[in-house]
């Protein structure tokens, strides 16, 4: 069916190596694999809108999660690590809210994934060696 995920999104090349920060990672990815669900149902845009603020919900908590290990690992590229992390913020925002056309499954999806693998296999590795030398930064992750 187009729009359905139908490969395994997450895996092993995806690890950061800080298994609660990899599991925000496998959960995010597992929530948009079930996004095609929502466009699938009898409720139209609303439902759309909702599975992406859940995804928005869900994306918020990593975020703010990963930014406070960045901060207290004293990462010198947290500046620029948390304007990625806004540009996914303003694109679900405006989805969730109404400002922006609700994108067809497939364009909605292909964002997604692409923008979260990308993130996570570029700038969120880049962090990798610098967060394991302070193993407090990670100590208190839930
Ligand atoms: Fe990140
Ligand atoms: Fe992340």
Known sequence: MLGKLDWETWSEDLSVGIEAIDGDHKGILDLIGHL????????????VRLAV??????????????????????????????????????????????????????ELLSWLVDWWVGHIGTEDKLYRDHVRQHPEAVGGLG
């Open 53 to 106: 603020g859940r995804i928005a919900a869900y994306a918020e908590t990593h975020f703010q999660r990963e930014e406070r290990m960045l901060l207290v690992a004293g990462y010198p590229f947290l500046i620029q690590h948390r304007a990625r992390h806004d540009t996914f913020r303003a694109y679900v925002a405006h989805i969730v809210m109404g400002t922006a056309p609700l994108p067809e499954v497939g």
């Open 36 to 47: 095609h669900e929502a466009y699938d149902g009898p409720n139209g845009a609303d439902a």
